[in-house]
């Protein structure tokens, strides 16, 4: 992360497990330290024991399912709680989901019910934080080639059969959720909160 760090001239970098208590208090302290409020947050982290994301979520662990939770769900609630104080004008939480949590997607197993948690979350906590003025939203970008991607079982496959059936015929890209993510957190997006948001060519309204 330092080059792209270096190249936009951020002022802080820190590393933070978001599984550690101790590291993410450390972070939230550091940044109101260094610029006493929070403007948007985005929480683009998710994470699952690759044996449990590779088999049938029938034979998932209750140890691997609940790390899984906790790092790709509860991890964004425990920010969001952080961030709150420091959000005193108001503010924009984001996080990022996937199809997979209404319908099957084929070897996306335990993530599925993993996000639509973490959906459902988006929901109550746009309603909690509301009278706040803190919107709440998740992003839902389409299959692309990232890291995290990586580790779903043929997802080569995946994504040739998303850009045949998206009424647009192509995949979207880090900058179409990055440019939807700019929208969010703006003036512009100030009336919204609470959406699950498509960034996916149109994929999702496909029969699949």
């Not at 920010?79 to 209404?102: D, H, N, R």
Request: proline content about 5%; charged content about 20%.
């Amino acid at each position: 992360m330092a080059p792209l760090a270096d190249r936009l001239g951020a002022s802080l970098l820190l590393r933070c497990d978001v599984s550690r208590a101790k590291e993410l208090n450390a972070l939230f302290e550091m940044v109101a330290e260094t610029w006493r409020r929070v403007d948007f947050l985005i929480h683009s982290i998710a994470w699952s024991p690759i044996e449990e994301l590779h088999g049938r979520l029938l034979d998932s662990s209750p140890e691997g399912f609940a790390r899984a939770m906790d790092i790709s769900c509860h991890s964004f609630i425990r920010m969001a709680k952080l961030a709150e104080p420091l959000m005193t004008a108001g503010g924009t939480l984001l996080t990022m989901s996937y199809y997979g949590s209404e319908k099957v997607v084929e070897h996306y197993n335990l993530m599925g019910p993993v996000k639509a948690a973490l959906e459902s979350s988006v929901r109550y906590m746009a309603a909690e934080l509301g009278p706040r003025n803190i919107r709440v939203h998740s992003l839902s970008p389409g299959p692309m080639p990232t890291r995290a991607a990586s580790g779903i079982e043929q997802f080569d496959a995946l994504m040739g059969s998303a850009v045949e059936r998206a009424p647009l015929h192509r995949l979207g890209t880090p900058r179409d959720v990055g440019t939807l993510a700019a929208f969010l957190v703006s003036d512009l997006g100030a009336n919204l909160t609470g959406s699950n948001l498509f960034v996916d060519a149109g994929d999702h309204i496909m029969a699949h």
